[in-house]
């Protein structure tokens, strides 16, 4: 039998030793009306070799993801991960261990989460993160809830120029708690700053900003935060691409007071949009309301450098009904492989990624803005690796007419607008190939 | 203690280099000068040679499932067959896209479609969502489908969630994060819920009822028909936590007997790797009348394939996931539920509850025990006997554990017993393995009562000595200090 060791003999031997006959004398405290009768309708089981065959030839014979060039983004990337990445991630001494609760025999995972909180605040300009939540869209929610721990205000601004699969799951975190969500209209791609100031008033206790936000563009972070904070109470929530605080403000300088983000794009590979993991930084003073795991730094009985979990008392396992959050298991292997990635990266590295990121996204752009019909949909509005065209033909007849080609041209925003994203990985052979393709499709 | 990697930095280092630019435009002609990064973040300057001796010099500093047994109770530390990594790493799976146009992911949606039903199997449930991605946002999940149905039917009225003293901290932190009220259900001499305690507490306001079962005592909750029956007359939901469904496969069907919604968590159950705390994974099985309200999309088959299926999308919950959970980890319990196959994942729980038992057999000699009938997959000795006659706490027991090689049980919870040490062996411990463990136990019994001492030291042979968890609070020190 797979993975267990202990044979019949060794059962009967076991047995002796706890003093029954057999196995169903251990269970009788179940009564015999709620057991299963006739065992679980479950496939006939496969050796190794057999599953790797039904994984290799029926599985994947029906998946295309190898060969495909493909401009999908709206959340998930697709940038280059050092093959390092994997050797460390993969090893058993941080993937089979849990949670460090024994911080004696777990100081490798509490010392790379030390680091991993050490560059997301260096990232972010912030002051403490947490170990991690379970993606972009929950460290938001998690953010509104930690707004109104603060403030007591229940009332939280969305931009509609938010991710709509983050706003389906703030949604779902903030309603049964009484919060009110309220959405600042957008304008050419951006939020809207006249709306923003009409709608803040002092029962707002969080307004939510993505920059890149969810169609690429840059948000003028410090104009909202100024507005923002017109009001003493109100905390300004910003939700980044990690990659580009490469080359972009950090959040900190424009004084925003909560920073979270989707950090896949940061040594994770996409698979399928899962897991992705969500990071959570703030100001030191807030320290006590965060959600989640946080590391520390501390010293052993004989005053020996060590690392500890810290802040627990704010935690489920401890506080139950008050805790911050009832997270648990996070995504702590996720932030390893984020780790691993921002050393091999480094200062230099990270921000070639970013650059390469927006260059060949902004020739793809222009490329493509030649095709007669295509056009930027905010053609005076800074993005990033991200934006969005119109497209003479339906968007869903040109990703359909791409599929023959291996190409999937971008996520259908509009009925005729295209959402495309680009990273460093793109050579300027795929762009080329992409805008001709779009070419032939869009004329026929 | 090893330096950090920061430490490591040396200016002009790189431990990447990316292709030369074959575009470059100036960011001023970009993207506008105000938005541009004054200071760079300083990540560290390291050669890729000095990025694998850093963290693989951390990860020897770890515990973990190869090197030794991992008692760890109710998080079912079992080992994790290799099998799932290599396929999931080396296969199709990594570059999937979860936009990409449904032709082209087939076949993933068919191994989803497939998990979907085999959970649906081994629960007895009628449904089951892959989207929450660990064992709390299952919670969460479930609590919010009590409360959509209750919206449905009106029952505006219902307000409170009952839940044993002796549950896991999500349980009530969950609650709390949907809106209800937390009443607490105390447990009864037996270690099992108080049938007429819980007759007093449960009325119309009463919205569901969570129980882990087995229990966090490692008993099976015996009177589940009449808790079902108490529960459902006032139209109320009964969740179960599924933490310790290691010990029902193929056994009992949670669905079958009165609980109407369940997590698994398949980072435990199915195997899946624990990540040093996560990745895993939550999906939630509900009985029929509860469909309408599980998270969209979810996973459906007709004639012309696999879908991603939105179409209750009215009744739903919504979504708890930006996407459709943790793909790479449903892989895998995927993978282990096709290799081991109903008899396989019977043989497992089976062998889980025998090592168990065997383990109580022996330690119940040496510690006390306050339930000692048979247990399920794990059970709750205490470090009683030893606080009261050598001063040795359940911590320095945990502790010197860790000295001879093994990691600690579940320690101080369930937290009606006092100095507990909750111990869940796994099914794939040989008989050898819990020998030591147990012989490991027996030598803390006797250096307690011989060289209280010692044990208030240990462990001595960590790589760092007992930790300042209290300095750490105040004195908090959440990241390093670059440069200073």
Request: glycine share 6%.
């Amino acid at each position: 039998m797979p993975y267990i060791s202990n044979t019949d003999r060794d059962r009967r031997e076991m047995f002796d030793k706890i003093g029954v006959e057999r196995f169903d004398e251990l269970i009788r405290a179940i009564p015999a009306k709620f057991r299963i009768q006739d065992g679980l309708k479950l496939d006939k089981p496969l050796s190794e070799m057999e599953i790797t065959n039904k994984i290799k030839n029926q599985t994947c014979s029906n998946l295309c993801a190898q060969s495909a060039n493909s401009f999908l983004g709206a959340g998930v990337y697709d940038h280059f991960i050092p093959a390092a990445v994997d050797s460390i991630v993969s090893r058993p001494e941080f993937f089979t261990a849990y949670t460090p609760y024994q911080a004696e025999v777990s100081q490798g995972t509490l010392q790379f989460i030390y680091e991993y909180q050490t560059m997301i605040c260096e990232l972010t300009g912030m002051e403490i993160a947490n170990a991690s939540m379970y993606d972009g869209a929950s460290a938001i929610a998690e953010a509104i809830l930690m707004a109104v721990r603060k403030n007591k205000l229940e009332k939280a601004l969305l931009p509609a120029t938010l991710n709509p699969e983050f706003v389906k799951v703030i949604k779902a975190y903030t309603e049964g708690v009484g919060v009110e969500l309220v959405t600042i209209p957008a304008k050419d791609g951006l939020t809207d700053l006249v709306a923003l100031q009409q709608l803040l008033d002092d029962s707002v206790g969080s307004v939510v900003l993505q920059s890149p936000n969810f169609f690429g563009n840059i948000e003028d972070a410090a104009a909202i935060s100024e507005l923002v904070h017109t009001q003493s109470k109100c905390l300004l929530i910003a939700c980044v691409d990690p990659i580009s605080l490469a080359i972009l403000n950090a959040p900190a300088e424009s004084q925003a007071d909560i920073v979270v983000g989707e950090g896949q794009a940061l040594g994770n590979s996409m698979y399928m949009g899962g897991p992705l993991f969500g990071f959570f930084a703030t100001k030191l003073d807030m320290s006590r309301q965060m959600p989640g795991r946080i590391v520390g730094g501390t010293l052993d009985k004989v005053g020996n450098r060590a690392y500890a979990l810290t802040l627990q008392a704010r935690e489920q396992h401890i506080r139950r009904t008050k805790a911050t959050s009832n997270i648990c298991s996070n995504q702590s292997l996720c932030t390893l492989a984020a780790t691993v990635y921002m050393s091999l990266m480094g200062k230099e590295g990270l921000r070639e990624v970013a650059m390469q990121s927006t260059q060949k996204a902004h020739y793809l752009a222009e490329e493509l803005c030649k095709i007669a019909g295509v056009s930027l949909k905010y053609p005076d509005t800074p993005f990033f690796k991200e934006f969005v065209i119109k497209t003479p033909k339906p968007a869903r007849e040109i990703n359909e007419k791409m599929l023959p080609r291996a190409i999937y041209a971008g996520v259908e925003v509009g009925a005729n607008e295209l959402m495309l994203a680009v990273t460093e990985k793109k050579t300027k052979a795929d762009i080329d190939a992409f805008v001709t393709a779009m070419k032939e499709v869009c004329h026929v | 203690m090893s330096k950090t990697i920061f430490e490591h930095s040396s200016a002009g280092r790189k431990g990447v280099t990316l292709p030369s630019r074959e575009i470059d435009t100036p960011l001023d002609k970009i993207i506008p000068a105000k938005y541009h990064r004054a200071r760079a973040a300083r990540l560290p300057e390291v050669s890729e040679l000095d990025v694998m001796r850093h963290y693989i010099k951390l990860s020897h500093l770890n515990h973990f499932i190869e090197k030794g047994l991992y008692p760890l109770g109710s998080c079912t530390m079992k080992y994790n067959p290799k099998i799932h990594e290599s396929l999931v790493r080396h296969t199709c799976f990594a570059n999937l896209h979860p936009y990409q146009h449904e032709s082209t992911l087939q076949g993933a949606l068919e191994l989803l479609y497939e998990l979907q039903e085999d959970l649906a199997e081994i629960s007895g449930m009628a449904k089951v969502t892959l989207q929450p991605v660990a064992g709390a946002q299952g919670e969460f999940t479930g609590i919010k489908i009590i409360d959509a149905y209750h919206k449905a039917k009106g029952n505006t009225h219902k307000t409170k969630i009952i839940i044993p003293d002796s549950a896991h901290g999500t349980n009530p932190a969950t609650c709390s994060l949907v809106g209800y009220d937390v009443v607490e259900l105390k447990s009864n001499a037996d270690g099992r819920c108080d049938i007429a305690r819980l007759r007093e507490l449960v009325d119309e306001n009463t919205a569901g009822f969570m129980l882990t079962n087995p229990n966090t005592l490692g008993l099976f909750e015996t009177q589940i028909a009449e808790i079902a029956e108490i529960i459902h007359s006032v139209d109320a939901l009964i969740y179960m936590d599924g933490a310790n469904l290691n010990a029902l496969l193929g056994i009992v069907q949670p669905g079958k007997i009165g609980f109407d919604i369940m997590h698994y968590n398949l980072h435990k159950t199915f195997s899946t790797p624990h990540g040093g705390g996560g990745p895993g994974a939550g999906p939630v099985g509900v009985v029929e009348k509860l469909v309408p309200y599980l998270p969209v999309p979810m996973v459906s088959k007709d004639d012309d394939g696999y879908h991603l299926d939105y179409s209750h999308e009215a009744t739903s919950i919504g979504k708890v996931h930006t996407f459709y959970g943790n793909f790479a980890i449903l892989v895998r319990a995927y993978i282990y539920i096709k290799m081991l196959g109903a008899e396989g994942l019977r043989r497992v729980s089976e062998n889980a509850i025998i090592n168990a038992n065997y383990l109580m057999a022996i330690l119940k000699d040496y510690y006390h025990i306050q339930h000692q009938e048979y247990c399920m997959h794990e059970f709750v000795a205490d470090g009683t006997k030893q606080k009261k006659e050598n001063g040795v706490s359940t911590l320095d027991i945990a502790k010197r554990l860790l000295d001879k090689g093994f990691h600690a049980p579940t320690v101080y919870f369930p937290l009606i017993i006092p100095e507990a040490l909750m111990i869940e062996p796994t099914e794939t411990e040989s008989l050898e393995s819990l020998d030591a463990f147990a012989q490991a136990m027996i030598e803390i019994a006797q250096e307690s009562a011989e060289n209280p001492e010692l044990m208030h030291e240990a462990p001595i042979s960590t790589p760092v000595r007992r930790v300042d968890d209290v300095r750490a609070v105040k004195e908090l020190d959440p990241i390093f200090k670059i440069g200073e």
